[in-house]
């Protein structure tokens, strides 16, 4: 079956920089569009960025120039740099990626989230 697999969280000083990995493995045919979501305790998920198959990206108002999202298809693998962090940008990041297990069949898996703390 199919799972992700996040890794780069951490603490770090705001102005610092992150990057996030997020990882399908298993029964991954191919992976379709991609995206980042982060959730501070609280508050709602909210869409940081994504990646569509034909490289299309996205990014929230609030980290534009800041993050880049990019993806390596021959890994499977969907990334986050985050430069120049805030403080507001604290929280859970979760990767979405919709995997096809097969030609054609294609479902949204979720990552475990992983933790991200920038202080001041």
């Known amino acids: 079956q199919v799972q992700l697999v996040e890794s780069g969280g951490g603490l770090v000083q705001a102005g610092g920089s992150l990057r996030l990995s997020c990882a399908a493995s298993g029964s991954v045919f191919r992976v379709g569009d991609m995206g980042w979501y982060r959730q501070a305790p609280g508050k709602q998920r909210e869409t940081v960025a994504t990646?569509?198959?034909?490289?299309?990206?996205y990014y929230a108002d609030s980290v534009k120039g800041r993050f880049t999202i990019s993806r390596d298809n021959a890994k499977n693998t969907v990334y986050l740099q985050m430069n120049s962090l805030k403080v507001e940008d604290t929280g859970v990041y979760y990767c979405?990626?919709?995997?096809?297990?097969?030609?054609?069949?294609?479902?949204?898996?979720w990552g475990q989230g992983t933790q991200v703390t920038v202080s001041s």
């Open positions: 979405n990626v919709n995997v096809e297990t097969m030609p054609t069949i294609s479902d949204p898996f």
């Open positions: 990646i569509a198959t034909t490289a299309h990206t």
